[in-house]
C-alpha cells in the first residue's frame, strides 16, 4: 500500500473508489449467479421474490463504507493523530517532539509545514532567551557600573560637608571636588545614554579622544582615593613620570580602572597597589592586593559573567565586574590578564592605542 500512500488525496480517493466499484459489481455477480442457480426454489422465498434483491442491495451498501474506512486508515488516521498530538503538545509549551511525515500527499505536506513549524518556535525561543539573557547581563552591567561613579559623587559631597563644618574647606579642595562631581555627573548621563541604545554589552561604542596622560592618571587617582576611603582601606599608587598624548576612551579607562579597584578593595585585607604606566603603544593598569588570590576556578575559566569566586564567602558577584573589564579591554585593542602574586591577586588591564 506504499504507492497509495504517496498519492494524493483526491487520486488515492478515486483509486479506492473505483477499486471497491470493482470489488462490489465481482461480489454481486458472484451473488445473483449463486441465487440463479439455487434449484427448486425453496418454498419460503417464491412469496417474498423481493428477498432476492437483498444481497446485491447489502453490497452496494456496505462497498463505500468499507471504501471510507480503508481511505481513512491508509491516508488520514497516521497524519491526523501526529497533527493532533503536536498541537497538544505546543499548548502545554513542550516543543521537545517531532512531526513524522509518512506521505508526500497534501496531509503529509501539512505535516512538514507542522514540523517546520516547530523548528521555527524553537529557533524563536532559543533567541528570545538569549536576547533575555543578554538583558540580563545589560541590567547587571547597569546596576554595576553605576555603582562606583554614585560613590565617587557620595565621597566628593562627604569631603564638602566635612570641610564646611570643620572650617577647613579651600577654595582649592572645594574646586577639586566640585571638578568631581561635574565630571562624574556628565559621566553617568553619558553611560546612560550609552547603555540606552544598546541591546547588549558588546554594542558598547569605542570614543577615543587625545588627552595628557598626567591629566588623566590625576583624574584616576582622585577617583580612586574616594572609593578606597569609602571601603576603609588604603591604596597605594606608582606611576611613570613622563607625560605625552594619548588616544584613548577616558571612560573606558575610568570604568575599567575603578572595576578592578573596587574588586580588590572588596577582597583585599588592608590595602592594594595600583600601578599604573604609559609607552608609545598602551596604557596599562595593574592591580594589586593582599588577599588569598584568585581560585583555580577563576584562572582557569577567566573573566566570564556570573562567575563567583571559591575562595571567599562573601555574597557580592565576582563574575560581573571582571567580565566588563575584559569587554571594555578588548573594546580597546588590549587585554584582561589575571593571575596570582606572592601577595594575593594581580590583574593587568591593558588599552592599546
Given at each position: 500500500m506504499e504507492w497509495l500512500k504517496q498519492m494524493s488525496l483526491k487520486k488515492s480517493l478515486s483509486v479506492i473508489i473505483v477499486i471497491f466499484i470493482v470489488v462490489g459489481l465481482v461480489l454481486y455477480f458472484l451473488a445473483m449467479l449463486v441465487i440463479s442457480n439455487i434449484s427448486p426454489t425453496p418454498i419460503w422465498v417464491e412469496p417474498f421474490g423481493f428477498l432476492k434483491l437483498i444481497p446485491p442491495f447489502v453490497i452496494a451498501v456496505s462497498?463505500?463504507?468499507?471504501?471510507?474506512?480503508?481511505?481513512?486508515?491508509?491516508?488520514?488516521?497516521?497524519?491526523?493523530?501526529?497533527?493532533?498530538?503536536?498541537?497538544?503538545?505546543?499548548?502545554?509549551?513542550?516543543?521537545?517532539?517531532?512531526?513524522?511525515?509518512?506521505?508526500?500527499?497534501?496531509?503529509?505536506?501539512?505535516?512538514?509545514?507542522?514540523?517546520?513549524?516547530?523548528?521555527g518556535l524553537i529557533k524563536s525561543n532559543r533567541e528570545l532567551?538569549?536576547?533575555?539573557?543578554?538583558?540580563?547581563?545589560?541590567?547587571?552591567?547597569?546596576?554595576?557600573?553605576?555603582?562606583?561613579?554614585?560613590?565617587?559623587?557620595?565621597?566628593?559631597?562627604?569631603?564638602?560637608?566635612?570641610?564646611l563644618e570643620q572650617g577647613s574647606l579651600t577654595?582649592?579642595?572645594?574646586?577639586?571636588?566640585?571638578?568631581?562631581i561635574t565630571q562624574y555627573s556628565a559621566r553617568i548621563e553619558s553611560y546612560i545614554q550609552a547603555m540606552t541604545s544598546v541591546q547588549k554589552l558588546e554594542e558598547l561604542v569605542f570614543i577615543p579622544k587625545i588627552i595628557d596622560w598626567f591629566a588623566l592618571a590625576k583624574e584616576l587617582k582622585n577617583s580612586l582615593v574616594i572609593l578606597g576611603a569609602n571601603a576603609k582601606k588604603r591604596i597605594e599608587f606608582s606611576s611613570n613620570n613622563e607625560d605625552k598624548q594619548i588616544c584613548v576612551d577616558r571612560y573606558m579607562v575610568h570604568n575599567v580602572a575603578e572595576n578592578l579597584v573596587s574588586n580588590a578593595l572588596r577582597y583585599s585585607r588592608d590595602s592594594i597597589t595600583v600601578d599604573m604606566s604609559c609607552d608609545d603603544e598602551k596604557v596599562t593598569i595593574c592591580v594589586y592586593d593582599d588577599g588569598v588570590g584568585f581560585s583555580s576556578t577563576i584562572l582557569k575559566k577567566g573573566a566570564v559573567p556570573f562567575l563567583r569566586d571559591d575562595n571567599t564567602e562573601q555574597e557580592q558577584n565576582f563574575g560581573m565586574g571582571l567580565y566588563i573589564c575584559r569587554l571594555l579591554c578588548e573594546k580597546h585593542g588590549g587585554s584582561l590578564i589575571l593571575e596570582n602574586s606572592r601577595s594575593g591577586a594581580k590583574i593587568t588591564a591593558t588599552f592599546n592605542f
Open positions: 462497498m463505500p463504507f468499507f471504501a471510507g474506512a480503508i481511505f481513512y486508515t491508509i491516508k488520514l488516521k497516521t497524519p491526523i493523530s501526529q497533527l493532533s498530538m503536536g498541537a497538544k503538545r505546543i499548548m502545554e509549551n513542550d516543543l521537545n517532539f517531532s512531526v513524522e511525515v509518512c506521505s508526500e500527499d497534501e496531509l503529509g505536506q501539512l505535516c512538514k509545514s507542522f514540523e517546520s513549524m516547530r523548528i532567551w538569549q536576547q533575555m539573557e543578554e538583558r540580563k547581563r545589560l541590567n547587571a552591567a547597569f546596576a554595576h557600573d553605576l555603582r562606583n561613579p554614585v560613590t565617587v559623587l557620595k565621597g566628593s559631597a562627604a569631603i564638602l560637608q566635612k570641610g577654595v582649592e579642595s572645594a574646586s577639586e571636588s566640585i571638578l568631581l
